[in-house]
């Protein structure tokens, strides 16, 4: 079972400033299994990234999504009082079961 | 546009069996697979099982032996049952469709919160 591990837990940043988010596989994965998903409070995770890479329809272009092997990176520029939420990876593999990481929360400084 | 809605009771005696259904509008439940997904009071998402349009399940091996999962066609819906609940089951629950396309989950419903309390 490969685990994702996301950092920081939690990460206080001011609006305008940059997010950057980790999410490291245990072993290596192909990338284009690799997804993210915005979840603000009371409400169901949005998709965000998939592919490692893509926005999905409607995300706005601050958001960008990098990495490869067992590295992965979400980016978020110039930070919005609506990006204040939890940010989850996510992997598909054959074998089951799908997994998530355990979330970072963009919390406001 | 596809829509997912949750049903189901919200609270769920210890031992007994969990049952909820996701309602699929504005689609078919044969052109994606079904999944739920759980999430406990300030944790992280679990993925439980989900069925194709095919038939074909998949369960996640930690909660295979208590999931029974199924689709009704007629009706656009799909139905998770989790027996023997204890208070870990307590979650909101999620059904979600996934695309293949894009090999992750792209449509979401609203969830549903689930007590497992006597």
């Known amino acids: 079972e490969i685990v994702l591990t996301q950092s920081p837990g939690t990460l206080s940043l001011s609006p305008g400033e940059r997010a950057t988010l980790s999410c490291r596989a245990s072993q290596s994965v192909n990338s284009k299994h690799l997804a993210w998903y915005q979840q603000r409070p009371g409400q169901a995770p949005r998709l965000l990234i998939y592919?490692?890479?893509t926005r999905a329809t409607g995300v706005p272009d601050r958001f960008s999504g990098s990495g490869s092997g067992t590295d992965f990176t979400l980016t978020i520029n110039r930070l919005e009082p609506e990006d204040f939420a939890v940010y989850s990876c996510?992997?598909?593999?054959?074998?089951?079961?799908?997994?998530f990481g355990g979330g970072t929360k963009v919390e406001i400084k | 546009q596809v829509q997912l809605q949750e049903s189901g009771p919200g609270l769920v005696k210890p031992s007994e069996t969990l049952s909820l259904i996701c309602t699929v509008s504005?689609?078919?439940?044969?052109?994606?697979?079904l999944n739920w997904i759980r999430q406990p009071p300030g944790k992280g998402l679990e993925w439980i099982s989900y069925?194709?349009?095919?038939?074909?399940?998949n369960y996640n091996p930690s909660l295979k032996s208590r999931v029974t999962i199924s689709v009704d066609r007629s009706k656009s819906q799909s139905s998770l049952k989790l027996s023997s609940v204890t208070a870990t089951d307590t979650a909101v629950y999620y059904c979600?469709?996934?695309?293949?396309?894009?090999?992750?989950?792209?449509?979401w419903g609203q969830g549903t919160m689930v007590t497992a309390s006597s």
């Open positions: 069925i194709c349009g095919s038939g074909n399940t």
């Open positions: 504005g689609g078919s439940t044969s052109s994606f697979c």
């Open positions: 996510q992997h598909w593999d054959r074998s089951p079961p799908l997994t």
């Open positions: 979600a469709g996934w695309s293949e396309q894009k090999w992750a989950f792209d449509i």
């Open positions: 592919g490692a890479s």
